[in-house]
């Protein structure tokens, strides 16, 4: 099984700014597709961006322009940059790799956009 690990969350006021990551315990993950979803309570969960391993990347509307999805492969990660953020980007982060033969997720990093 392949563990996947999310970081970087925390409390942070409107306006601000948090940088999540997602460590992976496989060598392989530069060749894995992957997404950052969120959740908040009692809502679905949603995938918010989305990165390939050519690094073409995706963005829900909602986040476009403040999010930045980025990989490194040298450190087997992959970074959410969250600009600009407001209260309805509360919710728990998730980190998901997932493609043909895989579907990994992480356990979730709690970020709380609040004054």
């Known amino acids: 099984q392949v563990k996947l690990v999310e970081s970087g969350g925390g409390l942070v006021q409107p306006g601000g700014s948090l940088r999540l990551s997602c460590a992976a315990s496989?060598?392989?993950?530069?060749?894995?597709?992957v997404g950052w979803y969120r959740q908040a309570e009692e809502n679905q969960r949603e995938m918010v961006a989305h990165i390939s391993s050519s690094m073409s990347t995706w963005y829900t509307d909602d986040v476009k322009g403040r999010f930045t999805i980025s990989r490194d492969n040298a450190k087997n990660t992959v970074d959410l940059q969250m600009n600009s953020l407001k209260s309805e980007d509360t919710a728990v982060y998730y980190c998901?790799?997932?493609?043909?033969?895989?579907?990994?997720w992480g356990q979730g990093t709690q970020v709380t956009v609040s004054s």
């Open positions: 998901r790799a997932a493609g043909k033969g895989y579907d990994y």
């Open positions: 496989t060598s392989f993950f530069s060749t894995y597709a």
